[in-house]
């Protein structure tokens, strides 16, 4: 019965660090404490309960948010919610052994499973990401320095301690680094899906007055901006005013699929710049299915836009740590996100998105600008 209540209390407190941690930067270091509640737990399941619990916390806004975005009942996205927290935490659960010796190793393996594609496809809330806000600026050193502090927690629990000290010293806001000449523009337009041709065609219009009054610049856009960028869309893109440059989101045909795109457009010509890495996996990504969207695993990490070499992020590629941490690699100079969440507007998912880009800005000492429609 103890070590029943022990278990217990350890789901309890891995669920709560998953609810509140990724509301802001400032809570985030919380999330490096999962490694010492794994090694704590007494035995291989409740191990897999502990990360299981995180996992579901952090992801809770996928029940309602797929719903909405399936037009499906609660069930489905019940369903959806827990296939991808029972397969992060199962990676946990498989890592677990009673030979203390061997889990620093085990939860190494763990972290690197839940990171990296096949697994990391859906590798929501890295812990890895808190490098960000323990140790900003410190580029990759930071996240040797994230993974070093698990790794310790595993063979000394109590250094969980060390992210509530933080907690108690740091400030509690995070200012992102400015990018002269560059805004980013978030927006509440109504979206009902790429073949809705009507309400592309408005909120092409829509950005098109808005940026009349805006100043010269790199202007960045959300998510699905455009729908389906054709030659009627670039043709109304030609009022353009002078002196701006717009990334914005759009989707072209790919034979009998698509793909989830990044068009910049300046001086009259747009050009698909960016073919989204990961789309969201079954929503958007089926590959066995006509009309999927293509994932560009590991293509096109950056993209160069006035003498920027720009890391593109388009939604659900935010959450994930191997994409961005690719664009870095290949010698990103800022950091670009936008998404298109009007399935998620009522969720935490927006906020956790932001969280995620404003972490990774901070680590690499990068500027970060966003388009969100929500």
Same mark, same amino acid.
Not at 189 to 201: I, K, Q, S, V
């Given at each position: ?27 985030? /270091? ?68 009673d ?70 010293v ?7 680094t ?33 940026l ?41 045909m ?23 890495r990961m ?32 890391? /593109? ?10 994409p ?25 998912? /927006? ?24």
């Amino acid at each position: 019965m103890r070590q029943l209540a022990w278990n217990l209390a350890l789901v309890v407190v891995s669920g709560f660090i998953g609810m509140v941690a990724w509301e802001s930067l400032a809570l985030l /270091p919380m999330v490096v404490a999962l490694p010492a509640l794994w090694t704590m737990a007494r035995g291989r399941w409740a191990a897999f309960a502990v990360a299981g619990a995180y996992y579901l916390a952090v992801s809770r806004g996928l029940i309602t948010g797929t719903a909405t975005y399936f037009d499906a009942g609660i069930a489905y996205g019940t369903a959806i919610w827990l296939l991808a927290g029972v397969a992060l935490a199962a990676c946990w659960g498989i890592a677990w052994t009673d030979n203390l010796a061997q889990r620093p190793l085990r939860a190494f393996l763990a972290l690197l499973a839940t990171t990296v594609p096949p697994v990391g496809i859906v590798g929501w809330a890295s812990p890895v990401v808190a490098a960000g806000a323990l140790f900003p600026g410190w580029h990759w050193w930071g996240l040797v320095a994230v993974v070093a502090l698990m790794l310790a927690m595993v063979w000394r629990p109590w250094l969980a301690g060390v992210p509530v000290v933080w907690l108690l010293v740091s400030p509690l806001t995070a200012t992102a680094t400015p990018l002269p000449g560059w805004q980013g523009h978030d927006s509440q337009l109504e979206y009902r899906g790429g073949a809705d041709l009507a309400g592309a065609f408005r909120r092409q219009r829509h950005w098109l007055d808005a940026l009349d009054d805006a100043p010269a610049g790199v202007h960045v856009l959300p998510e699905s901006t455009t729908g389906p960028w054709t030659d009627t869309s670039a043709s109304l893109w030609r009022s353009l005013p002078s002196g701006h440059r717009v990334l914005m989101g759009g989707t072209v045909m790919a034979g009998d699929k698509t793909d989830n795109v990044v068009i910049d457009y300046q001086n009259g010509e747009g050009e698909v710049v960016y073919r989204q890495r990961m789309p969201v996996p079954l929503s958007m990504w089926r590959p066995w299915q006509d009309g999927s969207t293509r994932a560009h695993w590991f293509a096109n990490p950056v993209i160069e836009v006035g003498g920027q070499n720009v890391a /593109p992020l388009i939604c659900y590629e935010m959450f994930l740590t191997w994409p961005v941490l690719q664009s870095v690699a290949a010698g990103a100079d800022v950091l670009v996100g936008m998404a298109n969440d009007w399935w998620a507007s009522q969720t935490s998912i /927006p906020t956790i998105q932001q969280t995620h880009i404003a972490a990774w800005g901070a680590l690499f000492s990068l500027p970060v600008v966003t388009a969100i429609n929500t």
